[in-house]
């Protein structure tokens, strides 16, 4: 990785500093759009987008929440994703302002751009594919797979990963059940992964579900299927 910028941005009024960090070498570089968990842009989402970065992908950790509307408890973090959560809409429109402060950076090929989130970023990532956004594919690692506005054939067009923790109490199999519906009413090509033995969150090192060993082999899937959609 060879730089690392704030990037501030307005939407709806709203004063955004998202971080972006650039591999080393020459651009345009492929992208990654980083959507974080529901406690906000925190150091434990820089240290994903760096791991993505030192794999040759642009990244842009995207601050959704704002930067006077960070939480600062978990009580706080609580109520702010709600605000999204609840409004998928709203929380979509979010989503293409920052896929388009990314697509806007000059070294980003933009052509060749990946989503990717965890927990509620998973479902920001998957809400933003589901909006019909030209993307190279979309990343959910627990993410949420719910939704409001289920997707049509042809509304979506990219490939899905979709990597679920089992008898996750966050992400209910009834969920897990409505999405895999979804994607297959709507022909959408998608990979799923249901882990055992694992905890939502058990790739956020603050997270007490967190799992080192199955992190890496997350990552692992994670860089391998980005790779093979290029």
């Not at 999204?84 to 070294?107: F, H, I, S, T, W």
């Not at 970023?121 to 797979?145: I, M």
């Not at 990219?158 to 008898?167: D, F, G, Q, R, S």
């Amino acid at each position: 990785m060879h730089e690392q910028r704030s990037i501030s941005h307005i939407h709806l009024n709203i004063e955004f500093e998202s971080v972006l960090l650039l591999p080393e070498g020459q651009g345009p570089f492929p992208a990654v759009l980083l959507f974080h968990e529901y406690t906000g842009l925190n150091e434990v989402i820089i240290s994903h987008a760096r791991r993505l970065a030192r794999n040759g992908y642009a990244v842009l950790a995207a601050d959704f929440y704002g930067v006077h509307n960070r939480p600062s408890t978990i009580d706080e973090a609580r109520t702010t994703h709600r605000i999204y959560r609840n409004d998928r809409l709203l929380m979509r429109e979010g989503a293409k302002a920052c896929l388009d402060v990314l697509r806007g950076q000059p070294e980003v090929g933009s052509s060749c751009i990946y989503t990717l989130g965890f927990s509620f970023g998973g479902g920001v990532a998957l809400e933003l594919a589901r909006s019909g956004a030209e993307l190279k594919g979309a990343v959910s690692v627990y993410g949420y797979l719910d939704t409001t506005h289920l997707a049509s054939p042809g509304d979506m067009k990219c490939p899905l990963l979709a990597i679920h923790v089992n008898n996750d109490p966050v992400v209910p199999a009834e969920h897990l059940r409505m999405f895999e519906e979804e994607m297959d009413y709507a022909k959408v090509d998608y990979d799923l992964t249901r882990l055992d033995n694992a905890q939502h969150g058990f790739a956020n090192s603050d997270d007490d579900g967190f799992d080192a060993r199955l992190a890496e082999k997350m990552w692992a899937q994670v860089l391998d299927w980005l790779d093979g959609k290029k």
